[in-house]
Nanobody, 122 residues
Framework: VQLQASGGGLVQAGGSLRLSCSAS????????MGWFRRAPGKDREFVAA???????NYADSVKGRFTIFRDNAKNAVYLQMNGLTSEDTAVYYC?????????????????WGQGTQVTVSS
């Protein structure tokens, strides 16, 4: 599976962005998909994940603000981010887990995209 993340950019605090991740491979629908992020000077952390059946899991820091969803017909997963704050500034990565579960542990993900930068100005 090859993953391509896009949609990052510069946004003011309180604004919104939608990240997209396009995947290659005929078995995309069976993979769980996750979003992770790495802020400057910090370790990469879990943001959100969606199972192959559409069940979702979120980090506490983004619950109620971010929504992850997938379109299996388009081999794509999205992260709708609302109410952005400077704390959300990071490089965002999409990842695929062939187990199909919405794991928050990045070690469970076998495939990773290249990352897209999100910068929130205060």
């Amino acid at each position: 599976v090859q993953l391509q993340a896009s949609g990052g950019g510069l946004v003011q605090a309180g604004g919104s962005l939608r990240l997209s991740c396009s995947a290659s491979g005929r078995t995309f629908s069976r993979y769980a998909m996750g979003w992770f992020r790495r802020a400057p000077g910090k370790d990469r952390e879990f943001v959100a994940a969606v199972t192959w059946t559409g069940g979702s899991n979120y980090a506490d820091s983004v619950k109620g603000r971010f929504t992850i969803f997938r379109d299996n017909a388009k081999n794509a997963v999205y992260l709708q981010m609302n109410g952005l704050t400077s704390e959300d500034t990071a490089v965002y990565y999409c990842a695929a887990d062939q187990d199909g579960l919405a794991n928050s542990n990045e070690k469970r993900y076998e495939y990773w995209g290249q990352g897209t930068q999100v910068t929130v100005s205060s």
